[in-house]
């Protein structure tokens, strides 16, 4: 019977998952700016049809991904000095889940900051 491996941080717990969002939020951030630079090179193109592009985004679902979009550049931000934190400190591996619980209290405290006016801006508030 093979046993099981010794010293990993991943095992299915707190490390795993912000390892996973920090993946996901990188994707969705790096997506998002393809979207933005060829949505805005539009422009170039055609000042109408960017006019009409920059309009369709004016409604309440794109205002929650502007929200969510904010939310995962905010979360990426803090868990990547949480990561240079494990990566370069020396007890940083010992403190990684109370600094991700950190982290977590920290993209909540933000995002109160900010929802609140964001959102009346989106449903006319």
Do not use: C
């Not at 990188?26 to 193109?45: A, P």
């Not at 679902?61 to 000095?81: K, P, Q, R, S, T």
């Amino acid at each position: 019977m093979p046993e099981k491996p010794a010293g990993t941080l991943y095992r299915g717990r707190e490390g795993m998952w912000s390892w996973v969002a920090h993946r996901v939020t990188g994707f969705l951030i790096f997506f998002f700016l393809l979207v933005h630079v060829l949505d805005t090179s539009l422009v170039r193109v055609s000042p109408e049809a960017y006019n009409v592009v920059i309009g369709s985004y004016k409604n309440p679902v794109m205002g929650l991904g502007e929200a969510g979009l904010v939310a995962a550049i905010v979360f990426h931000a803090f868990n990547g000095i949480r990561v240079m934190l494990v990566d370069f400190w020396s007890k940083g591996t010992r403190y990684q889940r109370l600094m991700l619980w950190v982290v977590v209290g920290l993209v909540v405290v933000t995002m109160a900051g900010f929802l609140p006016r964001h959102l009346a801006n989106v449903f006319g508030g």
